[in-house]
């Protein structure tokens, strides 16, 4: 039997949130705009997610306004995906969901965020351990951490190893496909 795509009989606003990001590529899609990834063959390469279901996730973030989507180049026609300020509101569940995972299910030490203005580390509430201050995510720096592969095959991971600001979009060396 299939699961449901919705949660109807639920009066629960975890389960309507669940409705928009609750399928299982979704918040690694929302994940990767907010380190700044925008074009679909770059979320396409490092996702390693089939192209039928990055299509859908896309829509569906665009539809529901977590993404929106922009016209770059007009010959080809070739379109990128822009957090908005709903997506960016995801960044405290991404955040949390990221410190769950490193302290319940990976140990590793992967990636860390520091406020831009004075190199703090964000705690995680989204206050800067040094001064205070609740970050904006426009704010956060992520830094490569020391258990990150060296030489990762993709170039989306490959321009991740550089220190750099969230949803500034992220340059890579791969060849940008038209989608």
Same mark, same amino acid.
């Given at each position: 039997?299939?699961?449901?795509?919705?949660?109807?009989?639920?009066?629960? $606003?975890?389960? &309507?949130?669940?409705? /928009? @990001?609750?399928e !299982?590529?979704t918040? +690694?899609?929302?994940?990767?705009?907010?380190? %700044?990834?925008?074009?679909?063959?770059?979320?396409?390469?490092?996702?390693?997610?089939?192209?039928?279901?990055?299509?859908?996730?896309?829509?569906?973030?665009?539809?529901?306004?977590?993404?929106?989507?922009?016209?770059?180049?007009? $010959?080809?026609? &070739?379109?990128?995906? /822009? @957090?908005?300020? !709903?997506?960016?509101? +995801?960044?405290?569940?991404?955040?949390?969901l %990221?410190?769950?995972?490193?302290?319940?299910?990976?140990?590793?030490?992967?990636?860390?965020?520091?406020?831009?203005?004075?190199?703090?580390?964000?705690?995680?509430?989204?206050?800067?351990?040094?001064?205070?201050?609740?970050?904006?995510?426009?704010?956060?720096?992520?830094?490569?951490?020391?258990?990150?592969?060296?030489?990762?095959?993709?170039?989306?991971?490959?321009?991740?190893?550089?220190?750099?600001?969230?949803?500034?979009?992220?340059?890579?060396?791969?060849?940008?496909?038209?989608?």
């Amino acid at each position: 039997m299939a699961l449901g795509k919705d949660y109807v009989t639920q009066e629960c $606003s975890i389960a &309507r949130a669940l409705e /928009v @990001v609750g399928e !299982r590529w979704t918040l +690694l899609v929302v994940r990767d705009a907010i380190y %700044g990834v925008r074009r679909y063959n770059d979320f396409l390469v490092h996702l390693g997610i089939p192209r039928a279901v990055l299509s859908t996730r896309l829509r569906t973030l665009t539809e529901e306004g977590v993404l929106e989507k922009r016209r770059y180049q007009e $010959s080809p026609p &070739r379109d990128e995906y /822009v @957090v908005t300020e !709903r997506g960016a509101a +995801l960044w405290p569940v991404l955040r949390a969901l %990221g410190r769950w995972g490193r302290e319940y299910v990976d140990t590793g030490r992967l990636r860390s965020f520091r406020h831009a203005d004075c190199g703090g580390e964000v705690e995680p509430f989204g206050t800067c351990a040094q001064c205070g201050t609740l970050v904006p995510v426009a704010d956060v720096v992520m830094v490569p951490g020391p258990d990150l592969d060296p030489a990762p095959a993709d170039p989306v991971s490959r321009a991740l190893l550089r220190p750099k600001r969230l949803l500034e979009p992220l340059e890579t060396d791969a060849v940008h496909l038209a989608h």
